[in-house]
């Protein structure tokens, strides 16, 4: 699998842009580091995938330091591997997605132009 260097920047800011929707403060970055978590991480989840985590830990994870380290973390991804497993933890999650990064709909584009 061939990570592009796009999918590594471009999940750091989508994390930088969450932290501020949902916490409403600028998230951390330790530079190299984050990238390196982000590579390895996109080796076994696609980018989307990553970004639906980080809304899931944002949200949910809210008395931890809003880093890609902390995201990442054993215990985090232990607990959602566990939380996961809930019928209702899709739903949630779509919820959660829908209320901080609403989508366009055609009705929206109609009526914007």
């Avoid at 380290?69 to 899709?90: C, N, Q, Y």
Wanted: overall charge positive; glycine content about 4%.
């Amino acid at each position: 699998m061939v990570i592009e260097s796009n999918d590594i920047k471009g999940f750091i800011d989508f994390f930088h842009e969450a932290c501020l929707r949902i916490r409403k403060s600028k998230a951390l970055f330790v530079r190299g580091k984050d990238g390196s978590l982000v590579k390895a991480a996109l080796k076994k989840f696609s980018r989307s995938q990553l970004e639906m985590l980080a809304i899931w830990f944002l949200v949910k994870k809210e008395k931890m330091s809003p880093t890609i380290g902390a995201m990442l973390s054993s215990v985090v991804l232990e607990e959602l591997a566990r939380t996961i497993e809930k019928p209702s933890f899709w739903k949630e999650l779509d919820e959660m997605y829908e209320k901080y990064f609403p989508r366009e709909t055609f009705y929206d584009t109609v009526h914007t132009i």
